[in-house]
């Protein structure tokens, strides 16, 4: 027997919507760390580093969320420096204006979405991240994405990052999804997007990345490009 329709699509960002690109804090540290103190910018980078590698062992065997500002005032706490908000605020918007042509969306991205809403599907985003909404809004901005999603959640928003079931749940009720078995999901994280969506009764296509490490799971579907995902939509509806 056939199952449910689908009525929305919920996407990842990195490594599904946009080309996979592993934003590291390190230069981050680094122009925070020389304008603490130009002589010890080596030993302060690596530290503010160390801070950060336990904070995300921490976030990620809770699952519970956090921002970029609690990871930068706990490496302020940790070393003990009397560092300036606007000072760090500088770092990252250097390190932002430095990733921007870096950043960039799949081509397929923009039809397959309008193709998608043109089948009345609704569309959402579901992104883990400690960057601000503003950060992940420029890009999908720049390239006329964010006009063809009605709602785009950040983990940096909310109390816990994917794969925990409340972020899906939120995903589905910005998208007034009464029945999870009518959204597909698609991201190119086995843990974090496959299992993590099929856990709370909701499709998931996984789109591989070799970048990522595998998973003991098993997708509704796979696909190579994002087209391929109107095939797997058309034959559930």
């Given at each position: ?119 009345g599907l609704t569309i959402g985003l579901l992104s883990n991240t400690h960057w601000p909404r503003a950060f992940h809004e420029e890009f999908l901005e720049r390239d006329g994405l964010a006009e063809l999603i009605d709602a785009r959640l950040y983990s ?82």
């Amino acid at each position: 027997m056939a199952g449910p329709g689908v009525d929305a699509v919920v996407f990842d960002w990195g490594g599904t919507l946009s080309h996979f690109v592993p934003i590291e804090l390190l230069d981050v540290w680094r122009a925070a760390a020389h304008h603490l103190d130009p002589a010890r910018e080596d030993e302060l980078t690596e530290r503010l580093s160390q801070v950060e590698e336990r904070f995300w062992a921490r976030t990620t065997t809770t699952q519970q969320s956090a921002t970029l500002a609690d990871l930068l005032g706990e490496a302020s706490r940790e070393l003990g420096l009397d560092v300036a908000e606007a000072v760090l605020e500088e770092a990252a918007v250097r390190h932002l204006d430095a990733w921007t042509p870096h950043i960039t969306h799949d081509p397929d991205a923009a039809p397959v979405l309008r193709a998608l809403r043109e089948r009345g599907l609704t569309i959402g985003l579901l992104s883990n991240t400690h960057w601000p909404r503003a950060f992940h809004e420029e890009f999908l901005e720049r390239d006329g994405l964010a006009e063809l999603i009605d709602a785009r959640l950040y983990s940096s928003e909310l109390s816990h990052l994917k794969p925990h079931p409340s972020v899906f749940r939120a995903a589905l009720d910005a998208l007034d999804v009464a029945d999870p078995a009518r959204a597909v999901f698609v991201g190119d994280r086995p843990l974090d997007d496959i299992s993590g969506a099929q856990g709370v009764g909701m499709r998931a296509v996984l789109r591989p990345n070799g970048a990522v490490p595998g998973h003991d799971v098993e997708p509704d579907a796979t696909i190579a490009s994002l087209p391929e995902l109107l095939v797997l939509v058309d034959a559930w509806s």
